[in-house]
């Protein structure tokens, strides 16, 4: 790399540090000011991200399996995509913290005051909530580390191993990976309705 490049890119970096940390900056006013709407736009923006790592993951899995040239060439872009899922995870965190604030269940006086609620209270509690939580990035992260490992493998030998095990790992994976986005996606989304 020359010179100029390094020179450049670190200005780009610094540039890019500033303006997340005013974000940042943005995001604590916003919280400060209305929890709740800072809660529902974090989570909001929180699974548009979310959604494009967890295609990414699809994706590759599809290909694994399939086979065929398409997928060579897109291949790094796509486990790029899905190597931010531990980062997603990580960016999760924030919203155990707004749970009363997003869920009518998380909130005691609402469940007293709602016969619905409480039939659904089994499910949809606080520490039921984060288990899965847990448990589905626990999957994908799983998932995505062992796409990525092999695949690198791959590329260093001409042993078809490798091949073999993404192709073992995604026949169950591409059955496992929507299964679990679907009762995280219920548990994020659609529990944010008290009458779903």
């Not at 909130?107 to 509690?125: S, W």
């Not at 999957?139 to 695949?151: A, E, H, Q, T």
């Amino acid at each position: 790399m020359s010179e100029t490049t390094r020179i450049n890119l670190t200005r780009a970096q610094a540039i890019s540090a500033a303006f997340g940390l005013l974000g940042l900056l943005g995001c604590v006013v916003g919280a400060i000011l209305n929890s709740r709407q800072f809660f529902i736009s974090y989570l909001f923006g929180y699974l548009f991200w979310l959604g494009l790592a967890l295609g990414c993951l699809g994706v590759a899995m599809l290909h694994h399996l399939t086979g065929g040239r398409w997928g060579f060439v897109i291949r790094r872009f796509l486990e790029s995509g899905f190597r931010t899922i531990p980062l997603m995870a990580l960016l999760f965190v924030p919203l155990f913290f707004g749970l009363r604030e997003l869920y009518p269940w998380a909130d005691a006086r609402k469940v007293a005051a709602d016969p619905v609620l409480q039939h659904k209270h089994l499910y949809m509690n606080a520490t039921g909530f984060i288990v899965r939580a847990i448990l589905f990035f626990a999957v994908w992260v799983i998932l995505g580390g062992l796409l990525r490992k092999w695949s690198l493998q791959q590329d260093e030998i001409s042993d078809p191993a490798p091949t073999r095990r993404l192709r073992v790992l995604s026949g169950p994976g591409i059955v496992i990976y929507p299964l679990t986005a679907t009762f995280a996606y219920i548990d994020w989304v659609m529990s944010l309705e008290p009458d779903w």
